[in-house]
């Protein structure tokens, strides 16, 4: 006796099969320690990476960037990193990084995303003056829509308020 395909066995089966063919496997990150000792992973596509990227003793390992409240300014504890992720993309015109904006959940989300804007913008700067190309460097504002901690108090504003580097 057969039994008849439904449209959702159908709808399954063509969902299993798309998944099995995504064309970027994540992997784990290697966690990452914010302001205050937090530590923070995620994942990230397998995508071609620097070495030194997933490296505790390399600078190119924190690809992280925090900012004061309501500012853009690069405090000076991220000048090396800076630095070092610019020297990277300068000696390698293959690679590229995107910056990606973000802001505590405090403001508009017309400011927010300004903001988020303005501090991506601040690292493109930086690292152009220290030899990056414009086409290795992108930018996105994602504003308060992605925050990396839940909650509200500064601690978790703190983590919030960040450009992340992905290559």
Aim: proline share 8%; net charge neutral; aromatic share 6%.
């Amino acid at each position: 006796m057969k039994m008849p395909i439904t449209p959702l066995a159908v709808l399954m089966i063509a969902t299993l099969g798309l998944a099995a063919c995504s064309s970027e496997p994540t992997r784990p990150v290697a966690p990452r320690t914010a302001p205050g000792g937090a530590v923070t992973a995620g994942l990230v596509a397998d995508r071609a990476q620097p070495p030194g990227l997933n490296d505790p003793n390399s600078p190119l390992s924190q690809r992280v960037i925090y900012f004061d409240y309501d500012n853009s300014n690069i405090k000076p504890e991220f000048v090396e990193v800076l630095r070092a992720h610019a020297r990277y993309i300068a000696t390698n015109p293959k690679a590229k990084v995107m910056l990606e904006g973000h802001t505590d959940e405090r403001g508009t989300r017309e400011f927010n995303l300004a903001l988020a804007e303005d501090r991506a913008a601040a690292v493109r700067r930086f690292m152009r003056a220290e030899g990056a190309a414009e086409s290795q460097l992108g930018i996105l504002s994602f504003g308060e829509e992605k925050p990396t901690q839940p909650g509200q108090g500064e601690r978790v504003w703190a983590l919030n308020r960040r450009v992340e580097l992905v290559y």
